[in-house]
């Protein structure tokens, strides 16, 4: 495919007049800015474009509970009470609901210029805990979804053995997550030989998740992590104070400490939230050149905490950003969040640019960390527009009115901090323009809504 863009965003920074040819099998092979009109005759006219963002943590059955647990009827809610009500929709998520969900939620993702998914998967077992026919046929309802949109998708089939620190085995609402190293890795090859075999490799692939150290032991962690290749290695970290109380009474050691220690991290792996995390625990990541995930909608939505992004920042740590629970799917909203939430703590302006003594813009810092960190979770080359990545766009609409007047130096800035959001015009997956929504897909969901 050969693409005019007006504006690119190339190298983290505004392009003029860019022309843009992908490869047969959906990767940039040329980027040129200020191409000569010749050059670009017969090419698809584009306004100004943006990299796709990977969303790095999605549980999509928790689509359906957005907005449904903002209501208590006791005291004391918290992130605990609101795990045992997502724990009773979801023991009654079945493969079609699944996928009716999952479906809804990805064109939604597209139409906020989310390009790729990492799927947190780990509802494995049927409502009475018993293995489906087909060990994967829940990952099966989320490829299906994925397929059916044109999102690319990292499934991340999840390892779930143990309900606390030193207390084995699940409880009856924890049924469905029962798993081995052995079935995780059997989901894992499945999905990666079905991505093989159907040409499908530039936009599905599979890396394997740990739920959380209070879920997986660690002889169980390194046979997993062992065994799974280079692909991405994801787990749920430090999101919550009582579970880093917990893991230093039980280990002696506070979560990413012990991952530090124990777990022979590299760049496979993804901290999902590591919100608690100490400065030598922030170095320490970066030096074992692990990513971090940050989820910044759901952790305020959960009373999680805030992770220390100045800190980050200085220490050249790689992040990402999910929208997990879903009560919030724009990435632009998950990057202000993150960046509001700091300015209200530290009482500063602009505080991603402190370790820049305060120079430059904050979209430009946040947007590209979170496109670099992307693409590490997703284990694929989604590192924006550049050569060999893999040919994702966002056209983004400067009729928005967040964007109306904006300086074309400003609009990364007025993307992320002027709102309601902008409108996304048109979009491409490795190549390829989406369809960003269809009636039937509503329909399934406000069925499944009704089901559940
Ligand atoms: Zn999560």
């Known amino acids: 495919m050969k693409y005019k863009a007006n504006w690119a965003w190339v190298d983290g920074a505004w392009a003029a007049n860019v022309l843009l040819e992908s490869d047969t099998q959906g990767f940039w092979k040329r980027i040129q800015p200020n191409a000569a009109p010749a050059e670009t005759s017969g ?147 499945s999905v990666i030989e079905y991505a093989n075999a159907s040409g499908k490799q530039a936009c599905l692939t599979s890396g394997v998740a740990i739920h959380s150290l209070r879920a997986v032991a660690e002889i169980e962690i390194l046979n997993l992590t062992s065994s799974s290749g280079t692909a991405p290695v994801h787990i749920h970290v430090a999101e919550q104070t009582k579970e880093v109380a917990d893991c230093v009474a039980h280990t002696g050691l506070r979560p990413v400490e012990w991952l530090l220690a124990h777990a022979n991290m590299d760049a496979r792996w993804n901290l999902v939230h590591a919100t608690h995390t100490s400065v030598p625990e922030i170095r320490g990541i970066q030096v074992q050149q692990a990513s971090v995930v940050l989820c910044p909608t759901t952790e305020a939505n959960l009373g999680d905490g805030l992770f220390d992004l100045p800190e980050g920042l200085l220490q ?62 997703a284990g694929l080359p989604l590192s924006g527009i550049a050569l060999g990545q893999r040919a994702d766009l966002v056209e983004i609409d400067l009729d928005s009115h967040a964007l109306l007047g904006v300086p074309v130096e400003r609009l990364m800035d007025a993307m992320i901090f002027s709102t309601p959001s902008f409108e996304v015009r048109n979009l491409f997956v490795a190549g390829k323009k989406c369809i960003q929504q269809k009636m039937e897909w509503k329909s399934a969901f406000l069925k499944t809504m009704l089901e559940l």
């Open 316 to 377: 050249k740590m790689r992040w990402s950003i999910g929208t997990d629970s879903h009560v919030n799917r724009n990435w632009a909203e998950e990057l202000r969040l993150l960046e509001y939430g700091c300015r209200l703590s530290l009482r500063k302006r602009n505080v991603s640019l402190l370790h820049l003594n305060g120079l430059g813009s904050t979209g430009q810092v946040l947007f590209e960390n979170s496109v670099q960190g992307g693409s590490q979770a």
């Open 43 to 189: 090419a698809e006219q584009l306004g100004c474009v943006v990299p796709g963002l990977v969303n790095a943590h999605s549980h999509a059955f928790q689509r359906a509970i957005a907005g449904l647990t903002e209501h208590s009827s006791q005291s004391g809610d918290d992130f605990w009470s609101w795990r045992d009500r997502m724990y009773r929709v979801a023991l009654r998520v079945g493969p079609d609901h699944l996928e009716a969900i999952a479906t809804w939620l990805y064109s939604e993702m597209l139409q906020s210029g989310y390009t790729h998914v990492c799927e947190f998967h780990y509802l494995h077992r049927n409502p009475d805990g018993q293995n489906y026919a087909d060990a994967a046929e829940m990952t099966w309802a989320l490829v299906r979804a994925a397929e059916k949109v044109g999102i690319g998708l990292t499934m991340l089939p999840t390892l779930y053995m143990n309900q606390g620190f030193g207390q084995p085995g699940l409880n009856s609402m924890q049924r469905r997550f029962a798993s081995t190293p052995e079935s995780i890795l059997g989901i894992q090859q």
